[in-house]
């Protein structure tokens, strides 16, 4: 306890001054126990009646017994006459820290109270919802479908209120819904944005949730009269409040310069049972609020990319660097750190001689496994990581180019995952360090180890890139697959190896080129199907970094008219820090884009 009364001085008496706020974030981590004396604090047992939730009418209403709104601050519905406590639903009335009144958290719907959410909805004004669950977690229903799965077909969900689908864009960690609402003869439209990367009891990935929560607030402006912003998860506490917290704060931030984490929390908690889960959830409320004060704001309308580019590379005359610089610095400087621990499979003796370097060790949560054995004894490693595009998670797949002993696993990882497209984006003649791993241009097929046979079906040669399609053979030879009478189907990959980007050279000689063979590789994608693309490099961290970001920072053009090449270099290094591996890459991808804008944006 002693050196906990020693901490006591140290947390915040009120609200704190962004300029301070960086300090205060340092002494959570110099301290390791502070804070969880501040959550502690915060979250001191508030107790008010929950006499309308512990009704036994109501008792299949809550999801979970303990997660429960209190009396004073629940939301009362409009009783439907004959139906004793209709008027309950579980979901409270929160105040954010500028806008009373601002929020309402509520429990995801379950079979029972499908149509007292959209009662909710409809009775309070919302036009938006925020759900932070997937509706499956594992096995466990998290949250009931609420609303409908096909554009256009109406659906009622036990009550008087029309639910229709208007639109849906998937994305790779959320997907927005719009819907119509009809009550007799009103009708309204509501948005629907629906984050799915945040699993229970983990933390999202903070640029990705800041991302999010933008397009969150774009949104809220299309609705001037809107009512208070609805979110929930499973139980409407752990998730719902963390989000609420960070994003109450950024509106603080934003419009008085100050941040009040340990405060808000402390209202949260005597609002409604459980709001921020426990002290990893609330350390990644002030690692998001970091997040968002050391980026600032990262993307603008591509309408001004070419004189933005100039801008960025003018020399600031004070610290002698330009906005490239300075922007890469930051990314640097916020990349993920993984011990061995992280990356225990590949730092194991059996796969040791599988990794070209020790330094780019993939994490296993983020690794591909393979499931297709060479032999009785062999692993599932392989050097790999997934990463995700704009579009859709794990997109991409990133790998070193394959040793003598590990092409057979190559194509394990292309069979087992999938990977109809694989983009090699060094050209190394054949040698025994880097050798040929798939069938040259004289061979009709060939064998690579016990289980696969590559066949060639077709070859084409254009200015600086090559390709060819394969057909996959696959013999099973492992007893576990024997065993489980799985069918070995051949299965086609397209092969594309860029000719114009010379070992030894930071980017290609045409950035044409590149851009190119991006859209053939999405032209062969929309015929064939969207596996993740296998991307090649001698190392695995040098090019293919460049392909990814570039490929993210294009689909947000695509889709939002936006561009944000800062956030695309944060995303495709969360699972590799070393990718985009120095500032000329870095500086490419912006050049990459901009080739993408001036020559086929708006053209397709």
Same mark, same amino acid.
């Given at each position: 306890?002693?050196?906990?009364?020693?901490?006591?001085?140290?947390?915040?008496?009120?609200?704190?001054?962004?300029? $301070?706020?960086? /300090?205060?974030?340092?002494?959570? *981590? /110099?301290?390791?126990?502070?804070?969880?004396?501040?959550?502690?604090?915060?979250?001191?047992?508030?107790?008010? =009646?929950? *006499?309308?939730?512990?009704?036994?009418?109501?008792?299949?209403?809550? =999801?979970?017994? %303990?997660?429960?709104?209190?009396?004073? $601050?629940?939301?009362?519905?409009?009783?439907?006459?004959?139906?004793?406590?209709?008027?309950?639903?579980?979901?409270?009335?929160?105040?954010?820290?500028?806008?009373?009144?601002?929020?309402?958290?509520?429990?995801?719907?379950?079979?029972?109270?499908?149509?007292?959410?959209?009662?909710?909805?409809?009775?309070?004004?919302?036009?938006?919802?925020?759900?932070?669950?997937?509706?499956?977690?594992?096995?466990?229903?998290?949250?009931?479908?609420?609303?409908?799965?096909?554009?256009?077909?109406?659906?009622?969900?036990?009550?008087?209120?029309?639910?229709?689908?208007?639109?849906?864009?998937?994305?790779?960690?959320?997907?927005?819904?719009?819907?119509?609402? %009809?009550?007799?003869?009103?009708?309204?439209?509501?948005?629907?944005?629906?984050?799915?990367?945040?699993?229970?009891?983990?933390?999202?990935?903070?640029?990705?949730?800041?991302?999010?929560?933008? *397009?969150?607030?774009?949104?809220?402006?299309?609705?001037?009269?809107?009512?208070?912003?609805?979110?929930?998860?499973?139980?409407?506490?752990?998730?719902?409040?963390?989000?609420?917290?960070?994003?109450?704060?950024?509106?603080?931030?934003?419009?008085?310069?100050?941040?009040?984490?340990?405060?808000?929390?402390?209202?949260?908690?005597?609002?409604?049972?459980?709001?921020?889960?426990?002290?990893?959830?609330?350390?990644?409320?002030?690692?998001?609020?970091?997040?968002?004060?050391?980026?600032?704001?990262?993307?603008?309308?591509?309408?001004?990319?070419?004189?933005?580019?100039?801008?960025?590379?003018?020399?600031?005359?004070?610290?002698?660097?330009?906005?490239?610089?300075?922007?890469?610095? %930051?990314?640097?400087?916020?990349?993920?750190?993984?011990?061995?621990?992280?990356?225990?499979?590949?730092?194991?003796?059996?796969?040791?001689?599988?990794?070209?370097?020790?330094?780019?060790?993939?994490?296993?949560?983020?690794?591909?496994?393979?499931?297709?054995?060479?032999?009785?004894?062999?692993?599932?490693?392989?050097?790999?990581?997934?990463?995700?595009?704009?579009?859709?998670?794990?997109?991409?797949?990133?790998?070193?180019?394959?040793?003598?002993?590990?092409?057979?696993?190559?194509?394990?990882?292309?069979?087992?995952?999938?990977?109809?497209?694989?983009?090699?984006?060094?050209?190394?003649?054949?040698?025994?360090?880097?050798?040929?791993?798939?069938?040259?241009?004289?061979? /009709?097929?060939?064998?690579?180890?016990?289980?696969?046979?590559?066949?060639?079906?077709?070859?084409?040669?254009?200015?600086?890139?090559?390709?060819?399609?394969? *057909?996959?053979? /696959?013999?099973?030879? =492992?007893?576990?697959?024997?065993? =489980?009478?799985?069918?070995?189907?051949? %299965?086609?990959?397209?092969?594309?190896?860029?000719?114009?980007?010379?070992?030894?050279?930071?980017?290609?000689?045409?950035? $044409?080129?590149?851009?190119?063979?991006?859209?053939?590789?999405?032209?062969?994608?929309?015929?064939?199907?969207?596996?993740?693309?296998?991307?090649?490099?001698?190392?695995?961290?040098?090019?293919?970094?460049?392909?990814?970001?570039?490929?993210?920072?294009?689909?947000?053009?695509?889709?939002?008219?936006?561009?944000?090449?800062?956030?695309?270099?944060?995303?495709?290094?969360?699972?590799?820090?070393?990718?985009?591996?120095?500032?000329?890459?870095?500086?490419?991808?912006?050049?990459?884009?901009?080739?993408?804008?001036?020559?086929?944006?708006?053209?397709?």
């Amino acid at each position: 306890m002693h050196e906990d009364a020693k901490l006591m001085p140290l947390i915040p008496k009120g609200a704190i001054e962004s300029s $301070n706020f960086l /300090k205060h974030l340092a002494l959570l *981590r /110099k301290y390791e126990v502070l804070a969880k004396i501040e959550f502690q604090i915060a979250t001191k047992g508030e107790n008010h =009646s929950t *006499r309308h939730a512990t009704k036994e009418a109501n008792e299949l209403k809550n =999801s979970y017994k %303990k997660m429960i709104p209190y009396d004073y $601050n629940r939301v009362v519905l409009e009783a439907l006459p004959g139906v004793p406590d209709s008027d309950y639903i579980n979901a409270s009335h929160i105040d954010g820290i500028l806008k009373p009144n601002a929020y309402i958290a509520a429990q995801g719907p379950n079979e029972h109270t499908l149509g007292d959410f959209w009662r909710l909805v409809w009775e309070q004004n919302s036009h938006v919802i925020v759900m932070l669950t997937k509706v499956f977690d594992f096995i466990r229903v998290m949250c009931d479908r609420y609303w409908p799965l096909d554009v256009d077909h109406p659906e009622f969900y036990g009550g008087e209120i029309e639910v229709i689908l208007l639109s849906e864009t998937t994305l790779a960690n959320y997907n927005i819904r719009t819907m119509q609402l %009809k009550k007799g003869e009103e009708v309204r439209k509501v948005s629907h944005l629906h984050y799915v990367a945040w699993p229970t009891h983990t933390n999202p990935f903070a640029c990705a949730l800041l991302d999010f929560r933008r *397009r969150v607030k774009s949104y809220i402006a299309l609705y001037p009269n809107n009512g208070p912003l609805i979110v929930h998860c499973s139980d409407g506490c752990g998730r719902t409040g963390a989000y609420i917290c960070l994003d109450s704060n950024l509106d603080l931030a934003e419009e008085d310069g100050v941040y009040d984490v340990f405060g808000y929390t402390k209202s949260l908690r005597s609002a409604r049972r459980g709001m921020v889960e426990d002290v990893n959830q609330y350390r990644f409320i002030y690692e998001a609020l970091e997040e968002s004060l050391i980026s600032g704001q990262t993307w603008f309308p591509v309408s001004q990319i070419s004189q933005r580019l100039k801008h960025k590379s003018q020399k600031n005359p004070i610290t002698r660097q330009n906005e490239y610089q300075r922007e890469y610095e %930051k990314i640097s400087n916020t990349s993920a750190k993984f011990t061995i621990g992280d990356r225990a499979g590949g730092h194991r003796l059996e796969n040791r001689d599988k990794n070209r370097t020790i330094s780019t060790v993939p994490p296993d949560n983020f690794r591909p496994y393979l499931s297709s054995f060479q032999s009785n004894d062999s692993t599932d490693y392989i050097n790999a990581v997934f990463v995700d595009g704009y579009l859709r998670s794990k997109e991409f797949i990133v790998t070193e180019w394959p040793m003598t002993h590990t092409v057979p696993d190559f194509w394990s990882l292309v069979y087992d995952h999938d990977c109809n497209s694989i983009v090699v984006l060094s050209d190394h003649p054949p040698s025994s360090n880097y050798p040929q791993f798939y069938p040259s241009e004289k061979e /009709k097929s060939k064998k690579f180890g016990p289980v696969f046979t590559i066949e060639t079906v077709s070859h084409s040669t254009l200015p600086n890139i090559k390709s060819w399609i394969f *057909r996959i053979l /696959k013999k099973v030879v =492992s007893l576990t697959e024997l065993m =489980s009478g799985v069918k070995a189907e051949p %299965k086609t990959t397209q092969l594309f190896l860029i000719t114009c980007w010379p070992l030894g050279h930071k980017v290609p000689t045409s950035t $044409n080129s590149l851009v190119e063979l991006m859209n053939m590789v999405e032209r062969w994608r929309q015929r064939t199907s969207f596996g993740p693309v296998l991307l090649v490099s001698s190392n695995g961290r040098a090019r293919v970094g460049v392909y990814c970001a570039a490929s993210i920072a294009i689909e947000q053009a695509i889709e939002h008219e936006e561009v944000d090449v800062f956030t695309a270099a944060k995303v495709v290094r969360r699972h590799r820090p070393q990718l985009v591996e120095n500032i000329t890459e870095y500086k490419y991808c912006y050049d990459l884009l901009l080739n993408y804008i001036m020559n086929y944006h708006h053209k397709e």
